[in-house]
C-alpha cells in the first residue's frame, strides 16, 4: 500500500455515559495525528449501541450496527452499560460482547503503564517502573456462557469452555506480542496463568500453551496460577511482562493492574482478531460524570494509538504507524509536562483540555520517535508494541 493509497474507515461506537465524551476527545487526537504525518485519511462511521439506545429501542445495537461494524477497517468503542438498564436476567446490555463472539477478536490486550505525574499506588520506588501486558482471551473461558447459562429454583450453572483453535491463535499471538516487546527492550518473559492444579480445561490450556511454545525458542515461559499470580501483581509488578489467561481470569486480573497505575481511567484494550479489531478504554460508562467533560480520556486515546498501529502493520504502511507511536508518545509527554492532569488525580483537567495537551506534545513526539537514536517510548516500552503481531 502507497501514502496515498491509505484510506481507513472507522466504526465509531461511542455508547454509554463517558463514552461520547472520551471518543470525542479521541477523535481530535486521531485527526491531529493524521494532519501530522499525512499519507492517509480515516473517515468515521457512527453507530448506535449501548444501554440507552436499548432502553429507547428495545435492541442494544442498530438494525445494521453489527455489519457496518465488521465492514470497518477497525472499531474504536467508548463505554457500554448503565447500571438502571438491564435485560429481565439481571445481566447488562453489552453489544460488544457479541462483537468478540462475531469477529473472533480473541486476544485482549490490556496493556498497563505508570505514566509519570501520577499516582504510586504501592509505596515501593520500582512502581515507577511498571510496564506489562495482560493479554486475554475474549471469546471463551467462563464468558462462554454468557447469555447461555442454566438457572433454576434451586442452582445456576455456567460453563467454561476452552477450545484448542482459539488456544492455539492466542498463544501464538502472545509469544509473538513477547517477542516483539523484547526487541524494545523489554525482558522477553510470556508467563502462561491459570488453574490448571484443580481444573481439567485449565490444564488442557496449560498444555496447549507448551505446544506452542516450542515454535518460539527465544522467549522465555513461565507458569502461575491466577491467585498466586494476583498477590505477585501487589507484591512485584515491576517484574511481569506478559501474562496469558483466561477470560475471566484477565477480565479481574487486567482492573487490578490499572489500580496499580492509577485507575482505570489508565486503561487502555484492544480486541484483536485475525482480521478484526476493537479498541476502547476498559473502564466503565461513569453515567455520574456523563457529560460534565472532566473524563480522563487517557485510555481512549491510547487505545487510539493502539488501533493506529495495529492497522498501519496489518496494512503494511509505515505512516499509519508512525501516527500511533506519536500519540503514545506525546500522552507520555503531556503526563510528564503536568498538562495531563485528571480530576481523579487532583488536578482540574477536563476531557477535551487533555486532548489538546496531547496534541499540542505531537510536534514534540514525532521528533523524537524520528530520531534514532530515541527509544521508542521515553520509559520502557511502547504501548503500541502490544498489538501488531495478530496476524503475522
Request: hydrophobic content about 45%.
Amino acid at each position: 500500500m502507497s501514502a496515498a493509497d491509505a484510506a481507513f474507515r472507522i466504526a465509531l461506537v461511542p455508547g454509554d455515559g463517558i463514552g461520547p465524551d472520551v471518543v470525542a476527545a479521541t477523535r481530535d487526537v486521531l485527526d491531529a495525528a493524521r494532519d501530522a504525518v499525512g499519507g492517509f485519511t480515516l473517515t468515521y462511521d457512527a453507530i448506535d449501541a449501548g444501554a440507552a439506545y436499548f432502553a429507547r429501542t428495545g435492541t442494544d445495537i442498530s438494525l445494521d450496527g453489527m455489519t457496518r461494524a465488521g465492514a470497518a477497517d477497525a472499531i474504536l468503542l467508548g463505554a457500554i452499560g448503565l447500571p438502571g438498564i438491564r435485560h429481565d436476567d439481571g445481566t447488562e446490555i453489552s453489544p460488544h460482547l457479541r462483537m468478540r463472539d462475531a469477529f473472533r477478536l480473541f486476544a485482549g490486550v490490556r496493556p498497563i503503564k505508570a505514566y509519570p505525574n501520577t499516582p504510586r499506588r504501592l509505596a515501593d520506588p520500582r512502581a515507577g517502573d511498571i510496564d506489562f501486558v495482560i493479554l486475554r482471551e475474549s471469546t471463551e473461558g467462563l464468558f462462554f456462557s454468557h447469555g447461555r447459562g442454566e438457572v433454576s429454583h434451586d442452582e445456576a450453572r455456567d460453563t467454561l469452555r476452552i477450545t484448542r483453535a482459539i488456544c492455539e491463535d492466542l498463544f501464538d499471538f502472545a509469544f509473538r506480542l513477547t517477542r516483539r516487546r523484547k526487541a524494545s527492550g523489554a525482558p522477553g518473559l510470556l508467563t502462561c496463568v491459570d488453574k490448571a492444579n484443580v481444573f481439567r480445561s485449565m490444564a488442557f490450556f496449560r498444555a496447549i500453551f507448551d505446544e506452542r511454545a516450542e515454535a518460539f525458542p527465544d522467549i522465555t515461559r513461565a507458569y502461575a496460577y491466577v491467585d498466586a499470580q494476583a498477590l505477585d501483581l501487589v507484591r512485584r509488578p515491576w517484574d511481569a511482562d506478559v501474562l496469558v489467561t483466561e477470560n475471566m481470569f484477565g477480565d479481574i486480573l487486567s482492573d487490578l493492574g490499572g489500580g496499580l497505575v492509577g485507575g482505570m481511567g489508565m486503561a487502555p484494550c484492544a480486541e484483536i482478531g485475525l482480521e478484526h479489531g476493537l479498541f476502547q478504554p476498559a473502564h466503565g460508562s461513569a453515567p455520574d460524570i456523563a457529560g460534565k467533560g472532566i473524563a480522563n480520556p487517557t485510555a481512549a486515546l491510547i487505545s487510539g494509538a493502539l488501533m493506529l498501529d495495529w492497522l498501519g502493520e496489518k496494512k503494511g504502511h509505515a505512516p499509519t504507524v508512525r501516527a500511533g507511536k506519536a500519540i503514545d508518545r506525546a500522552v507520555w509527554l503531556a503526563f510528564e509536562r503536568g498538562t495531563m492532569a485528571p480530576r481523579e488525580f487532583g488536578g482540574d483537567g477536563t476531557t477535551r483540555k487533555m486532548a489538546a495537551a496531547v496534541v499540542n506534545a505531537l510536534p514534540e513526539a514525532l521528533a523524537a520517535i524520528d530520531d534514532e537514536q530515541a527509544p521508542d517510548t521515553p520509559h520502557g516500552t511502547p504501548a503500541d508494541a502490544a498489538v501488531a503481531e495478530a496476524t503475522s
